[in-house]
């Protein structure tokens, strides 16, 4: 019960189409199981109500919110949401992100509205988030966030928008760290490296044209770990542990779950 009593809201606590679970999906069970109320934030509000159903049978406390993070309004409203059902936010874990789903390209194919729709995504909801979720956040003198980038930040990826997002991610995140320390916040960010997610595998079987075992056995490969991709969980396990007191001391870090991918120099 490392989250006994504590308020977190999960932004994309749904999930893509797909075999498996989801790294935002995970995270809410996760936190759940340790004692935490969640509020489940997606687009889908039928895929967030599935993750609370989950919860619920489970024992735990849940609620399902539909927010297009792309829009203040709504990220704002979200925010209210959980202070006005619970009395507080402990946690705030931004889980979104697209890339070839939301039209990504190498940089002469990619087009303009593929450009924005991914900034809005994957950065602009982040920004948002914390601008509303933080003032409640320095009134309690205490929280935790947790962004997720990804591998691709700080390795070779060939599409343009999310590798310049998540890398935007990390610094935003020391920006946080550092501006909110005083008011005993922590921020940190997981990077996920080959995950086997819906969104990673799932997506990408259905953009080549490939059975989703193939696009796995490739990325397998890659991974020195094992030769064998993470799952949702070794996220949602990271996301635990710097949500919880065990970080009490860690903020503004850059963790990588990735099998050691980020070991590799040169």
């Known amino acids: 019960m490392r989250l006994k009593d ?47 159903d989950m919860i619920a049978a489970k024992g735990g406390t849940a609620a399902a919110f539909r927010a297009d993070v792309t829009k203040e309004v709504e990220i704002k409203a979200m925010a209210a949401d959980a202070l006005g059902r619970w009395g507080r936010v402990d946690v705030l874990h931004n889980n979104v992100g697209v890339s070839l789903a939301g039209g990504d390209a190498e940089l002469l194919a990619i087009t303009e ?8 995504i994957n950065l602009k909801s982040c920004i948002l988030a914390a601008k509303h979720v933080i003032p409640i956040m320095r009134q309690q003198k205490s929280g935790a ?16 928008a ?13 920006q946080l760290a550092y501006q909110n320390a005083e008011y005993g916040i922590r921020a940190n960010v997981i990077l996920p490296g080959l995950m086997d997610t819906p969104m990673a595998v799932d997506t990408r079987a259905r953009e080549f044209g490939k059975s989703r ?22 996220v949602a396990n990271a996301a635990l542990f710097l949500a919880s007191d065990e970080a009490n001391f860690i903020t503004g870090v850059t963790l990588p779950v990735d099998g050691g991918a980020s070991v590799r120099r040169g």
Not at 36 to 41: M, R, S
Not at 149 to 155: F, G, L, P, R
Not at 162 to 174: D, G, L, N
């Open 6 to 52: 504590r308020v977190a809201i999960i932004i994309g606590a749904g999930q893509s189409p797909g075999e498996g679970i989801g790294n935002g999906r995970a995270t809410a069970l996760t936190f759940a199981r340790e004692g935490a109320k969640v509020l489940c934030v997606d687009h889908n509000l039928a895929s967030a109500q599935e993750t609370v």
């Open 113 to 120: 509205d593929a450009f924005d729709r991914c900034v809005a």
């Open 145 to 160: 966030i947790i962004n997720i980038s990804s591998m691709a930040a700080i390795t070779t990826y060939p599409y343009v």
């Open 162 to 174: 999310y590798k310049a997002t998540k890398s935007a991610m990390i610094a935003f995140t020391e």
């Open 213 to 234: 075992a193939e696009i796995a056995a490739e990325r397998d490969s890659k991974v020195p770990l094992r030769h064998k991709m993470g799952t949702a969980w070794d």
